[in-house]
């Protein structure tokens, strides 16, 4: 097996793992996995984790579904939102400088990063 693939394989487990425990993984473990492990570009990394985010998320909210661990009123509210967020914020990461993406990137993972600890 070679290398790439292997670390993609390690990269998928460690956010999936991450995805079941905190309900984060993909933009939180897969994006900065991608540029510094398997050197893609800051766009083509968003654009990965959010394709891997509807396998890993169908995967959770089956285990939490099945124990009765999902509010579903809520979730469906939240997901109109989300659908029209990620629109949005897709179409403004193609249009912004890449060093500008990877920079606001860093600082929403250190300010979130700093609010759940204090």
């Given at each position: 097996?070679?290398?790439?693939l292997?670390?993609a394989?390690?990269l998928?487990?460690?956010?999936g793992t ?5 309900g984060?993984?993909?933009g ?13 570009s800051?766009?083509e ?6 394709a ?9 909210m089956?285990?939490?579904?099945i ?10 509210l ?9 629109w949005?914020?897709a ?5 912004i400088?890449?060093?500008?993406l990877a920079l606001?990137?860093a600082?929403v993972?250190?300010?979130a990063?700093?609010?759940?600890v204090?």
């Open positions: 097996m070679n290398t790439a292997v670390k394989i390690a998928g487990a460690i956010a991450v995805a079941g425990l905190f984060v993984g993909g939180v473990i897969v994006v900065p996995g991608l540029v510094l492990w398997l050197a893609v800051q766009r990394a968003s654009g990965t984790s959010t891997t985010i509807v396998a890993s998320s169908a995967a959770a089956v285990a939490f579904g124990v009765g661990n999902v509010d579903w009123s809520s979730a469906g939240i997901l109109i939102g989300s659908v029209i967020g990620a949005g914020g179409w403004i990461a193609e249009r400088n890449e060093r500008v606001t990137f600082v993972l250190a300010v990063g700093i609010r759940m204090v």
